[in-house]
């Protein structure tokens, strides 16, 4: 079984940075995209940025220029560092794996627990 823990959230200023962290693990044998979507209430869940296993990134508009995406593929981590925040940010944001092989086969888009952010003065 794989699970995905995550760190990072909290409380910033406007115009300040957090940096999200997400760590795979399970006997793990390969992980294909990753990365994170985010939900605010009353809103759809939506994509903020996914990293493939070349490095290959994608971006939500609303986050180019202020969001990077990484990942290090020694211990199946993602990254997401978020500078000039806005409060429109803020929202409970999840990592995602969209697939990921393990000893027990092949898994699709597994969920992390949800880390809140929050974007206030």
């Known amino acids: 079984q794989v699970q995905l823990e995550e760190s990072g959230g909290g409380l910033v200023q406007p115009g300040g940075s957090l940096r999200l962290s997400c760590t795979a693990s399970?006997?793990?044998?390969?992980?294909?995209?990753m990365g994170w979507y985010r939900q605010a209430p009353g809103t759809r869940r939506e994509l903020v940025a996914l990293i493939g296993s070349d490095g290959k990134t994608e971006y939500a508009d609303s986050v180019k220029g202020r969001f990077t995406i990484s990942r290090d593929n020694a211990d199946y981590t993602v990254y997401l560092q978020m500078s000039r925040l806005k409060p429109e940010d803020t929202a409970v944001y999840s990592c995602?794996?969209?697939?990921?092989?393990?000893?027990?086969?092949?898994?699709?888009?597994?969920w992390g627990q949800g880390t809140q952010v929050t974007v206030s003065s």
């Open positions: 995602i794996v969209v697939r990921v092989g393990w000893s027990g086969g092949t898994s699709y888009n597994v």
């Open positions: 399970g006997s793990i044998l390969f992980v294909d995209r």
